[in-house]
């Protein structure tokens, strides 16, 4: 079991703006001859416009520009890999600088289903770079935990995404397990809270439920929505699915969520991978149904992608039809999440671990 904040510091690195808070960003732009005014249009363009090259931000002045490209980069990664499917959604495979491994992670922008709505889409973020969890169905735990993600790698994401497009919510479900980086993720959510607009139920943080730490925090009122991954209803299987949570009972992790509720007044989200012939028989859908009666939460039934190489198989539209309508026959509230972009990598970490591991 994971028991300790998971992941070395990220190494030192060249600043960015991102990277400086807002007074000392005002600093540095004074410091090369410009005004704080313009250390706040800049913050704001980048932020809020997912504008990131000074060349574009017209409203500083001309002979600036070249000066802060040179002296205070915007964003500190570069875009390795990007690839868009059929329906617009976009994965983007980053790189951060610094350390002896790669520090590559995803980020996913998901286009409203109906592109013509103007909705704004829906950003999957990561927060480490590999995973200690180590499900046997995800890549992203494959190769273990790298690093954490500093603060601003996770708000540079964001960014990254908002130049790909208006965004409407996001979700910390991308590489890594968000509670075990937790005052990264959370100083990263107050910047996309407070300088990027997207308010508090646009913002759902994935976890696989350390009842510890879920407790620690939820006095504090986090400002998102909590969906908690459970993928089974049965202890032992979750021990094999989830290994970072062996020994953890189920039941002290829905007290957890329960307790969640209460203090913070959001019902949980629960999660659940669906797994062709390993987690979804009608005795899976109905223990699950028995473990979560009477709770105030949703079910999110997700559809397996196919990892390579997992052993894991997609399972059929009927067979997750079914599983859901057992769980609504039962009072649960359920929904069914078919993932975007299947033919481009789409289980998280995919992209990830096939540029890391050339094929033979
Ligand atoms: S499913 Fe989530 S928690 Fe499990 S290894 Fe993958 S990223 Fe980590």
Sequence with gaps: MVSNEAGGEAPKQATTLLALSPAEVAQRFVELGLKPFHARIARKEALERGITDYARMTALPLAARERLAAELPILSSVEVERHKAWDGTTKLLLSFPGGARP??????????????????????????????????????????????????????????????????????????????????????????????????????????????????????????????????????????????????????????????????????????????????????????????????????????NPVDDSGFGRPTELGVARFHQTLVERGLVATVRWSRGVENDAACGQLRIRRQEPAQ
Excluded at 110 to 124: D, F, V
Excluded at 191 to 210: A, C, I, W
Excluded at 267 to 283: I, M, P, Q, R, W
């Design 103 to 304: 520090a590559t992670v995803e980020t996913v922008y998901i286009p409203p289903r109906e592109l013509a709505s103007g909705k704004g889409a829906t950003l999957c973020v990561s927060s480490q770079v590999g995973c200690p969890v180590a499900c046997p169905f995800c890549a992203s735990g494959r190769a273990g935990l790298v690093r954490n993600l500093e603060a601003h790698e996770i708000v540079e994401q964001y960014v990254r995404g908002r130049e790909v497009g208006a965004l409407a919510r996001s979700v910390v479900m991308g590489i890594g397990e968000p509670l075990l980086n937790y005052a990264n993720v959370s100083a990263a959510l107050a910047v996309v809270h407070d300088e990027m607009g997207l308010g508090s139920r646009k913002v759902t943080v994935s976890t696989v439920g350390f009842p510890e730490r879920l407790r620690r925090i939820a006095p504090d009122k986090p400002r998102f929505q909590l969906a908690i991954s459970l993928h089974t209803p049965d202890q032992e299987q979750r021990d094999e699915l989830v290994p970072a949570m062996k020994g953890v009972p189920i039941e002290e992790v829905l007290a957890a969520g329960d307790d969640w509720f209460e203090q913070t007044g959001r019902e949980v989200t629960y999660e659940y991978v669906l797994l062709a012939g390993c987690n979804d028989s009608f005795g899976h859908a109905e223990r699950l149904a028995q473990r979560l009666a009477r709770r105030r939460c949703t079910v999110n039934l997700i559809p397996f």
